[in-house]
């Protein structure tokens, strides 16, 4: 049975059921894709309607059902046993590298880590004693410049005291060189004015009295 | 339209057996669209409701693919038998 | 006006021997189980402690996606040693999938029922033998068809229900549903192929050979929906049928 939609130039459609039978090619029995239902007798050439329709195209046919058996069976079963093991065998040991791989990174990242941590407190304990060594250093030099400022001071209190009685003795010499002085000329114009020497003990205490007024 | 078609039959065979074919082809095309009818529904349905559910919780959306490709799969069946109803009845 | 004729459902379905015994079928089945061993093979003969790239990657990649992507999500951490089997059964059907796009091939595997239904009876036989491993015979009857929780006037109710949906549905869906898409999306392309084919051989109107651009453009679109629905379809028989061993290793989920 075959279906026949047929357009025609007016643009209908018609649907029809043809039977094959137009064109006369004959063929052998044994060229129908299945048994013909009603056997025919050797040697004679059938039309290819004459096949007839046969079997349901939903039963199934049994070389295909042993063929496809055998085969999944054969498939499966070399999965099972050969293929599949091989390969997971092969992504098991890919997979527990990449672990350890993981592992190791991991433990050298944990050392590196403590690593840093152990110089990072030797660089803290270096900074604590470089400090305490700068402190010291201050303190001795603090203590040193307080003890030359001091020196120094003393140096200059004894210059300057020395100074100053050094112009005490001169300031002294030179009031004596005057006073002597004085005296002479308090004594000559004494002398001069009355005549008579004057007792010099006497002329030297009235000049030293005057002076050491004057001086006051 | 059986009485006819046997009626028609009886007197030409051939008539007939065309007759009976175009009846098988009629019914199977309604059987085909009957059965897909139904499952075109749940199947719309079912996805819908799945997209749904992936966007509100995009992280369920393995869980939900699968049983929506489960669920699929029940639902298709019954479009399939009429499928196969309709070669069955039909050609 | 042309004439489009629809071939017959057996003659885009039906393969001739290519050996006595050995169709088109049989051939798409053997070579996707050599293809899906010879990519297990190369990709374990390369150096696994390398970055993986080229097979291998392909490999891993598949077996990631059942481990993550179907056992994780169904069966928990305790349905990792039921890789093997479910990634034979995903790269298997996926390989006889796909030759539903691929040129000269065109012709999906699974869209015969004999492939889906052994595959489904085997996933029936797995998960059944499973429940009886995990729970003993009775122990695995007593869960699946009195599941607790139930009011016991119900169980007149559920427990008919329970029986078919586990022990007659289950196999059945599978198969129906892997078999009738590959055979949808088969019967799909050969409709646009034909149609396309007719439109662009139309005889006596030239005006209707650009038009089979149309159902040409279509057929390259529904092309790439096919690789996708292969993918689909492969996905979804393996996670049903680690859905079905999860339950019957543990009922309680």
Redesign the interface.
């Known amino acids: 049975?075959?279906?026949?939609?047929?357009?025609?130039?007016s643009g209908a459609v018609r649907v029809?059921?043809v039977s094959a039978g137009g064109e006369e090619h004959l063929i052998d029995p044994s060229?129908c894709?299945?048994e013909p239902e009603n056997p025919v007798p050797a040697g004679t050439k059938i039309e290819q309607s004459e096949c007839g329709?046969?079997?349901?195209?939903?039963?199934?046919?049994m070389?295909?059902?042993a063929?496809?058996?055998g085969?999944?069976l054969?498939?499966?079963i070399?999965?099972?046993y050969f293929?599949?093991?091989?390969?997971?065998?092969?992504?098991d040991?890919?997979y527990n590298?990449i672990r350890e791989g993981h592992e190791n990174a991991d433990a050298a990242r944990s050392g590196a880590r403590s690593e840093v941590a152990q110089y990072e407190a030797a660089v803290a304990a270096a900074k604590v004693e470089a400090a305490k060594v700068v402190d010291a250093a201050r303190v001795t030099l603090e203590s040193e410049r307080n003890a030359k400022i001091a020196e120094a001071n003393t140096r200059i209190n004894a210059k300057r005291e020395a100074a100053q009685r050094d112009a005490e003795a001169a300031k002294a010499a030179v009031r004596g060189q005057i006073e002597s002085a004085v005296s002479d000329v308090v004594t000559s114009a004494v002398e001069a004015a009355t005549g008579k020497r004057p007792d010099s003990a006497a002329v030297s205490r009235a000049v030293a009295d005057v002076m050491s007024a004057g001086a006051r | 339209m059986e009485a006819l078609s046997a009626l028609v039959a009886a007197f030409d065979p051939a008539e007939g057996d065309a007759l009976k074919a175009a009846e098988a082809a009629s019914t199977s095309g309604f059987a085909y669209g009957l059965a897909a009818f139904g499952s075109a529904i749940g199947i719309g349905f079912l996805v819908g409701k799945s997209v749904e559910a992936m966007a509100r919780q995009p992280e369920a959306a393995g869980m939900v693919r699968t049983t929506m490709f489960l669920g699929i799969a029940f639902t298709e069946a019954l479009a399939l038998i009429g499928f196969v109803v309709f070669i069955l009845i039909g050609l | 006006m042309i004439a489009l004729e629809f071939p017959p459902i057996n003659e885009v379905l039906r393969w001739k021997d290519l050996f006595p015994g050995f169709n088109k079928i049989a051939l798409i089945v053997v070579a996707a189980a050599l293809i899906g061993s010879l990519i297990f093979l190369l990709a374990g003969n390369k150096d696994p402690m390398k970055a993986p790239k080229g097979i291998r990657n392909l490999a891993e990649s598949i077996v990631e996606f059942i481990e993550n992507g179907i056992i994780m999500q169904t069966m928990g951490r305790d349905g990792l040693g039921w890789t093997p089997f479910l990634l034979s059964l995903f790269v298997f059907i996926y390989l006889c999938n796909v030759p539903g796009v691929i040129p000269l091939l065109q012709m999906p595997a699974t869209a015969r029922m004999a492939l889906p239904l052994f595959l489904s009876l085997v996933v029936w036989v797995v998960f059944i033998g499973t429940g009886i491993k995990h729970q003993g015979g009775l122990g695995y009857l007593k869960s699946s068809l009195f599941p607790p929780g139930v009011p016991k006037a119900l169980y007149v109710l559920v427990t008919p229900i329970e029986l078919i949906s586990t022990f007659f549905v289950r196999p059945f869906s599978l198969t129906v549903r892997l078999f009738a898409n590959m055979l949808a999306g088969h019967m799909l392309l050969v409709t646009f192929a034909v149609l396309s084919k007719a439109l662009f051989q139309a005889e006596g109107n030239p005006g209707l050979i650009p038009v089979g651009i149309l159902p040409l453009a279509m057929l390259v679109g529904l092309t790439a929906f096919e690789v996708m629905v292969a993918f689909l379809q492969a996905y979804i028989f393996t996670i049903l049928a680690s859905v079905y061993i999860g339950s019957a290793a543990h009922p309680e989920h």
């Open positions: 049975m075959l279906t026949a939609v047929v357009i025609q130039p029809s059921f060229e894709l299945f329709p046969g079997p349901s195209p939903i039963l199934p046919e070389k295909e059902l063929w496809s058996g085969a999944f054969v498939f499966a070399l999965m099972r293929l599949y093991p091989r390969l997971r065998k092969g992504m040991a890919r590298s």
